[in-house]
């Protein structure tokens, strides 16, 4: 079974660009979730979904953030306009049967110069 | 205001000898803990759960410990091995409602041969 699988692994902007992170869910997977860890602290929630429903976003900072997932499939997290305090690991993650467990994939880390 | 803590950014034991990761919580809403593992530059991987109607759950070499009156939860790895020095992430949620985690901010463990 294959993993999640995110990228790129790595992206590099400046301040005021635009930056888009992909995520493929494991296959069969209806829950997904995004959550992001920045300068080595807690990793936080940042939103899930249901198929392609917005369960919970509670944890989006803030209108420059815009996740999406059409189809229930891949989902994609735009930053725009991207800050310096964006930088940070984003994290996805999938689950089959919600709470119990997720699978997170390995990343992408934004760095906003 | 952090709902999840663990106070000890990093932890050194010897291969051979118990490894114990502490972790408090302030919200009696709580029902479910995890704790996940990091290796640098992957994601964080399940490593054990247990449930608010448990106080010990096991797996292997990995123990965790929930006291609900004091709200903390404990990991024992019993024998620490090299291969376990990581990250490791406390995390907490409610088996109602929204299936989001709250994480602590880590514990850097490093098993020394």
């Known amino acids: 079974e294959a993993g999640v699988t995110q990228f790129p692994s790595h992206s590099v902007i400046e301040k005021g660009q635009t930056v888009t992170l992909r995520c493929d869910p494991i296959s069969g997977h209806d829950n997904l979730y995004w959550y992001r860890r920045v300068m080595g602290k807690e990793i936080k929630f940042l939103l899930h979904f249901v198929k392609e429903s917005k369960q919970d976003e509670s944890g989006m900072p803030n209108n420059r953030f815009l996740a999406e997932r059409t189809g229930g499939t891949y989902s994609t997290l735009k930053v725009q306009p991207a800050e310096l305090e964006d930088s940070g690991v984003y994290f996805c993650?999938?689950?089959?049967?919600?709470?119990?467990?997720?699978?997170f994939g390995s990343g992408t880390r934004l760095t906003v110069v | 205001d952090q709902q999840v803590k663990q106070n000890s950014p990093s932890l050194s034991v010897q291969e051979g000898r118990i490894s114990i990761l502490n972790c408090d919580y302030t919200n009696s809403m709580f029902d479910y803990f995890l704790w996940y593992k990091k290796y640098p530059a992957e994601g964080p991987t399940f490593l054990i759960s247990?449930?608010?109607?448990?106080d010990k759950n096991e797996d292997g070499r990995f123990t965790v410990f929930l006291n609900k009156s004091a709200k903390h939860l404990s990991l024992h790895i019993v024998p620490s091995q090299p291969g376990d020095s990581a990250v490791y992430f406390c995390a907490a949620s409610t088996t109602s409602g929204t299936y989001k985690y709250i994480f602590g901010t880590g514990t850097r463990l490093k098993v020394l041969a």
């Open positions: 247990i449930s608010s109607i448990k």
């Open positions: 993650a999938s689950s089959k049967q919600g709470i119990y467990g997720y699978t």
